[in-house]
């Protein structure tokens, strides 16, 4: 039995789309699967080369009207070129809708002790890390998301699934 490096540790991200463009609803459709391109900056392409196999990655609405994360996508394809996008993608499908979506305001208020959240520190970024401490907090702040595993009553208690 091998080492586990850091290669092999669950990583997690936030890629970032404008809603007009494509929303959590274009990329609900079609069994959610699609291709993540159209990245240019070069800090963000290097996250996103990064992007590991079963990786979680918020979906986060930017723009003028919506900046919240609405739903939880994974890698299901890692780093790939392509040629009809003009440089590479990887393929994500979706997971599950934020239970309730969480605005950047209600993220600046919550984190505000999280300097290291690429969000904050370079917003114009498309794809950035998130720590797994960020990402527990945001999790609990849209009470989870579909397909998570927990299941909420009616009561908005949330309980583990067994």
Same mark, same amino acid.
């Given at each position: 039995m091998g080492k586990k490096t850091k290669r092999d540790e669950k990583q997690y991200w936030l890629l970032k789309t404008e809603p007009g463009e494509w929303s959590w *609803? !274009?990329?609900? $459709? *079609?069994?959610? @699967?699609?291709?993540? +391109?159209?990245?240019?900056?070069?800090?963000? %392409?290097?996250? %996103?080369? $990064?992007? &590991? %196999?079963? !990786? %979680? #990655?918020?979906?986060?609405?930017?723009?003028?009207?919506? &900046?919240?994360? /609405?739903? /939880? /996508?994974t890698v299901v394809r890692e780093?790939?070129? !392509?040629? !009809?996008?003009? #440089?590479?993608?990887?393929?994500?499908?979706?997971?599950?809708?934020?239970? *309730?979506?969480? +605005? @950047?305001?209600?993220?600046?208020?919550?984190l505000k002790n999280s300097k290291e959240f690429g969000l904050f520190r370079q917003p114009r970024l498309s794809v950035v890390p998130v720590p797994v401490d960020v990402w527990e907090k945001i999790c609990e702040l849209g009470n989870g998301y579909e397909g998570d595993g927990v299941i909420v009553s009616d009561h908005d208690e949330v309980d583990e699934q067994v």
């Open positions: *609803n !274009d990329q609900a $459709s *079609n069994g959610g @699967l699609s291709k993540w +391109d159209g990245v240019k900056n070069h800090q963000a %392409l290097k996250n %996103l080369k $990064s992007a &590991r %196999l079963h !990786d %979680l #990655c918020f979906f986060y609405h930017s723009g003028t009207k919506s &900046r919240c994360i /609405v739903g /939880v /996508v780093w790939y070129e !392509d040629d !009809d996008a003009g #440089c590479g993608a990887v393929d994500v499908k979706a997971v599950g809708e934020m239970r *309730n979506p969480v +605005d @950047l305001k209600e993220m600046k208020g919550e």
